[in-house]
């Protein structure tokens, strides 16, 4: 019924971006949707925006923190309005020096804090969402927000305010918009959300005109007290405690898959593949060493007037000790708290006044930091990374709010199903003295001090432990010159620490195991064991081996075998992590907990399956096909360009792996991912772990 009333072709857009013929792909566009007939649609009808009372709401369930979201009405997409909320939005919640995130976050009121806009057909809404800890008051962050919203009413905003809200709006649609991908969603929403596909270009004017006096008017008209829908969450039993329940053994019962996909048969309904696409040319970036060791990859791109920086510090979790888990993400999200000439405000407002963004994280085998700005402005993000990177200083005051919003994470973390399985999966995959094993607990965080941050600063963030790749509208040599006066300064006596990796075994048998978390209703299952780096050379055969098995949740064997024709789960892939370490293979899923258990026989039924009679060679000709024709399309992005090249530097690839990967993977043949299908997954010895509600 709802297909019926909504699927036709005159309540349809195809968008199409990129290098095409318009007559000859309008030739195709028409004899290929010009046979379906037009249809009758139902109008869906809009919920009333007439003032009401408000209305407060309170879900009681168990849970890890506190939650409040505060909603109220707004105007459909082409209201004249809709510049100026948005303004106004970036005032009050985006971003460290707006007024929310310094009066709430800052002084430790909630946890974390933002809000936005949802502009729609017929009619949207503005919501603030927080996260509380457990044992602080929701009303007292209802007052304190409704406090900034009057005061905005009141007082109106400073025009340097509004200008920051106009350069990060103005900046974010630029950045947003510079691949094929993006731009053919932006197309599409503006004319199906309001009916002109050039929306965005007269939005944009609009943004440029947008007045103090209309933000004021705007948070009048729409932020009124008596508009607003408040929803509060309350856990009635904290969850992130929960223990898990290992057994060893294998799972019960035999189940009989079907045939696999035909890809053959598939293939009469999709287009022809470009074989020229593997043997497409991909300008290489230039690099850069500096005295110090610092690595820096260059790419120019005019296309946009705009600059991506990426980059990798070895210096992630990997480093943590097991008394000290937690260390090395704290220590990258207190870097920009503030340097020996900055205060974490003023470096903040250096970037937001211009649109642009610097952040770092940790992960697993590195920091990531990630850097974007309008092309003007290269020299300032380059001058903010140089000086966090050498003179961060890292505020006790600082430190403890972040330390309080890991723990509130953790606790977060530790009540989501699916962090939970991948926590266990790596500490049942992993030996006990294995760095990937270690993850924070709240006792680690809590022992944690700025001590340990300034040590582990000092002994990590190291020029020779960086990698750069900066893509964008720039000149190579005025690039280096600014590098050389920026991070060129970066020096330490400090040398890289090396660690000690033990190999990782396979169990003699399945093992299981299974968290239980109270009031969930969904159950997140993961299937795995050991199995490559990077460097392998079994890397590029794994990939389309994957393809087939689970790389795409609705053509592949696993997602038409266990979510299609058995029905038992709302999507399942399956990914190689492969990386300067040894990895894992690992399959995911989500069900309804009482589907779990056949879920997990019938995907291991079908592994063996797969092991027994392998592949076939069209299945492996349509994975190569689409394997290289998405990687082609990616790297329309600069920021995929950039992470490429950052990661092919950080896996000691080519520089030339960049272009030369397409030819790799279709050099692949079925005996390849046959003989790699017998040597990487392993059905009887399988690590199965299943996080949900407790089991019946």
Known sequence: SYYDSYYAPNNATLI?????????????????FGKVPRREIKVAKSTSTNIKPTRRLTLKEPGSTQLSNQVYPLPDANHPDVPAIDVMNYVLTEGRSSRMYQSIVETGIAAGLNGGAINLAAGGWYEISSVVEVGKSLPKVEAAIEKEIELLQTKGAKASEIERGKAQLKAAYLLSNRDINSQARQLGNDQTTTGDYQFTDKYLAGVERVTLADVQRVAKKYLQPNLKTIGFFEPTQITAQ?????????????IETGAPLDASELAKYLPPLDAD??????????????KNGLRVFLLPDSSTPTVTLTGSIQAGTEYDSANKAGLASLTAANIMSGTKTQTALEIAKTLENRGAGLAFGASREGVGLGGNALSSDLPILLQTLADVVQNANFPQQQFELS??????GLKLELDNPNSVARRKFQQTIYPKDHPFTIFPTAETLSALTTADLQTFYRQHYLPSNTILAIVGDFKVAEVKSLLEATLGKWSTTAESVKLKYPTPELPDKQVLVSPSLPGKTQAITLLGNKAIDRQDPRYYSALVLNQILGGDTLSSR??????????????IYSSFAAG????????????????????????????K????????????????????????VELASPDEIAGATLGNAIYGLNPNEISEFPKKIQAVTLEQVNQVAKELIQPDRLVVVTAGPPQK
């Open 16 to 32: 199409v971006v990129g290098d095409f013929d318009t007559a000859k792909l309008m030739a195709k566009v028409d004899a290929t």
């Open 242 to 254: 929960a223990a898990p329940a290992a057994t060893g053994g294998k799972t019960a019962g035999t």
């Open 277 to 290: 696409t593997a043997s497409q040319t991909q300008t290489l970036p230039q690099e850069v060493k500096l």
């Open 403 to 408: 330390r309080r919003r890991a723990l509130t």
């Open 558 to 571: 696993l997602g038409t075998e266990i979510r299609d024709r058995q029905g038992l789960t709302y999507g």
């Open 580 to 607: 300067k370490r040894q990895g894992t293979f690992i399959i995911s899923m989500q069900t309804a907990p009482e589907d779990a258990s056949k879920a997990t026989q019938s995907t291991i039924a079908l592994l």
């Open 609 to 632: 399956d797969l092991q027994t009679k392998g592949v076939t060679t069209a299945e492996v000709d349509s994975a190569k096909g689409s394997i290289t024709s998405n990687y082609t």
